[in-house]
T-cell receptor
Framework: KQEVTQIPAALSVPEGENLVLNCSFTDSAIYNLQWFRQDPGKGLTSLLLIQSSQREQTSGRLNASLDKSSGRSTLYIAASQPGDSATYLCAVGSGTYKYIFGTGTRLKVLA | NAGVTQTPKFRVLKTGQSMTLLCAQDMNHEYMYWYRQDPGMGLRLIHYSVGEGTTAKGEVPDGYNVSRLKKQNFLLGLESAAPSQTSVYFC??????????????FGDGTRLSIL
């Protein structure tokens, strides 16, 4: 059974820092991996999607990497800003049509 | 752009009552999903649909039923609400899996409390 873990559960950093969020999964047979952002009281917004054949994806200050063999993905945020404060979730496309979600990392960027 | 719209946004029910949550998407997506989100549990898949007229069970289907009579709508029903069903419910939709780099799109959620 696929399990997805995100560590740490919460993180506080000063504005301007570069930071890395981690996502690990137990079954390497995935077809893609998504990183989402969730603001309080809101739904999830897709940030980056990496297909299983890809190693990384970039969008602006965000870079996501995927290492299927080790069951790991990282989300790198460059030059963090207070507006980046949110919960970040990773979801693994695993099995037929399904996504398995991690419990998220709650990020707070201090001004 | 409407995207994925969920109604209602909030609801309080008494134990044993029934209700239906509605999800509508205007992106012509084939796949639609219902999740619940609970503190410390992450999002868990309740039911999903890969096309009009088809539904399938997810990870936590007990106590829920779904229907997808039209491609753009996915309904989640609670026949006899229980306090354990207090949660935030999210609907999502996406294109067919063979369409590369197409993410899931989420609604803003329905906050449901069962007393």
């Amino acid at each position: 059974k696929q399990e997805v873990t995100q560590i740490p559960a919460a993180l506080s950093v000063p504005e301007g820092e570069n930071l890395v969020l981690n996502c690990s999964f137990t079954d390497s047979a995935i077809y893609n991996l998504q990183w989402f952002r969730q603001d309080p009281g809101k739904g999830l917004t897709s940030l980056l999607l990496i297909q299983s054949s890809q190693r990384e994806q970039t969008s602006g200050r965000l870079n996501a990497s995927l290492d299927k063999s080790s069951g790991r993905s990282t989300l790198y945020i460059a030059a963090s800003q207070p507006g980046d404060s949110a919960t970040y979730l990773c979801a693994v496309g695993s099995g037929t049509y399904k996504y398995i979600f991690g419990t998220g990392t709650r990020l707070k960027v201090l001004a | 752009n409407a995207g994925v719209t969920q109604t209602p946004k909030f609801r309080v029910l008494k134990t044993g009552q029934s209700m239906t949550l509605l999800c509508a998407q205007d992106m012509n997506h084939e796949y639609m999903y219902w999740y619940r989100q609970d503190p410390g549990m992450g999002l868990r898949l309740i039911h999903y649909s890969v096309g009009e007229g088809t539904t399938a069970k997810g990870e936590v289907p007990d106590g829920y039923n779904v229907s997808r009579l039209k491609k753009q709508n996915f309904l989640l029903g609670l026949e006899s609400a229980a306090p354990s069903q207090t949660s935030v419910y999210f609907c999502a939709s996406s294109y067919h899996r063979t369409v590369n780099n197409q993410p899931q799109h989420f609604g803003d959620g329905t906050r449901l409390s069962i007393l």
